[in-house]
């Protein structure tokens, strides 16, 4: 059975950092891109980055770039968010999904299956 | 303000059909495919259709999606209470910036 479990989520000041982990279980992690996608209370869904099966693609949503940082230990099989300078605005569920096929071009990626998310909440 | 346009909300009642727009541009829905999610209440969202009007395993008929030049559509069929809940449309838009995967602002729906 195909798995993904967010974790690292919290309560973090403005300016400060957190480091988020996706641990997937049950398919190849190394053959798919994964992404990952917050939401924040009451919200719709707000795509945040996303990394290629290598590793060697990586692409981000303006409101973040600069600030986080997407990666992935095929060997551990778990992908990262390392995100610094956090705003009241990064407050949502983090969830990370897995690409439904296993392709290089980015434009073939959709997302299929999703974790439950993790909370990070930004405040004083 | 997304990029993909959506009506805040629809309804219908137990057995309609009820359609759900998503409007956008040139550089998202008129060159790639379009995506649905439904994501009911306190759940994490699930893929419903893919690549413009494909089913994934295990999910009803009763759902299908359509598109046409910079807009597609969800149809729902013989609505149910169980479908109650947000549905989202997400395309790959080639932006100025590089590749970005964009939602649209999501349309909840009621069951009355």
């Known amino acids: 059975e195909v798995q993904l479990s967010e974790s690292g989520g919290g309560l973090v000041q403005p300016g400060g950092s957190l480091r988020l982990s996706c641990a997937v279980s049950?398919?190849?992690?190394?053959?798919?891109?994964v992404t990952w996608v917050r939401q924040a209370p009451g919200k719709g869904l707000v795509w945040v980055s996303t990394i290629s099966a290598t590793g060697g693609a990586t692409y981000y949503a303006d409101s973040v770039e600069g600030r986080f940082t997407i990666s992935r230990d095929n060997s551990e099989n778990t992908l990262f968010l390392e995100m610094s300078d956090l705003r009241v605005g990064d407050t949502a569920v983090y969830y990370c999904a897995k690409a439904a096929v296993q392709s290089r071009g980015w434009f073939d990626w959709y997302f299929d299956l999703w974790g439950r998310g993790t909370l990070v909440t930004v405040s004083p | 303000q997304s990029v993909l346009t959506q009506p805040p909300s629809a309804s219908g009642t137990p057995g309609q059909r009820v359609s759900i727009s998503c409007s956008g541009s040139?550089?998202?829905?008129?060159?790639?495919?379009v995506y649905w999610y439904q994501q009911l209440p306190g759940t994490a969202p699930k893929l419903l259709i893919h690549?413009?009007?494909q089913r994934p395993s295990g999910v009803p008929d009763r759902f299908s999606g359509s598109k046409s030049g910079t807009s597609a559509s969800l149809a729902i069929s013989g609505l149910r209470s169980e479908d109650e809940g947000d549905y989202f449309c997400?395309?790959?838009?080639?932006?100025?910036?590089?590749?970005?995967?964009?939602f649209g602002g999501g349309t909840k729906l009621t069951v009355l």
């Open positions: 997400a395309a790959w838009d080639d932006s100025v910036t590089g590749p970005h995967w964009e």
């Open positions: 040139d550089s998202n829905i008129g060159a790639r495919s």
């Open positions: 690549t413009n009007d």
């Open positions: 049950g398919f190849t992690f190394s053959n798919y891109a």
